[in-house]
């Protein structure tokens, strides 16, 4: 079954770092243009945090996250990472990649969705 598996979320002080990976299997990454990573914290809306094009690289931020994250692929591994530094306590949220985006409206456009990993900062 094809599938997209996030993992690296966890427990950080503000000011701290994590590195999220998005795992793709039973298709490849090149398959698609766009893939990138999205949040859903609660009781706010989801909001489109980042997206690389896989073809050339070409990368896109959402301002809140502008200058703090890192998106990369690696088609070797099949898989898209987000280093996620100077965190802050509003960036706590569930993350979730997704395939193919809409990089003006930076949001996904599927077919495939992770189950999301839960990256919370204290302050």
């Known amino acids: 079954e094809a599938q997209l598996v996030e993992s690296g979320g966890g427990l950080v002080q503000a000011g701290g770092s994590l590195r999220l990976s998005c795992a793709a299997s039973?298709?490849?990454?090149?398959?698609?243009?766009?893939m990138g990573w999205f949040r859903q914290a609660p009781g706010k809306e989801r909001e489109g945090v980042s997206c690389?094009?896989?073809?050339?690289?070409?990368?896109y931020y959402a301002d809140s996250v502008k200058g703090r994250f890192t998106i990369s692929s690696d088609s070797a591994k099949n898989t898209v990472y987000l280093q996620m530094n100077s965190l802050k306590p509003e960036d706590t949220a569930v993350y979730y990649c997704?395939?193919?985006?809409?990089?003006?409206?930076?949001?996904?456009?599927?077919?495939?969705w992770g189950q999301g990993t839960q990256v919370t900062v204290s302050s």
């Open positions: 997704a395939t193919d985006w809409d990089i003006t409206t930076m949001w996904p456009l599927g077919p495939y």
């Open positions: 039973e298709f490849t990454l090149d398959d698609y243009y766009y």
């Open positions: 690389i094009n896989i073809k050339d690289g070409s990368t």
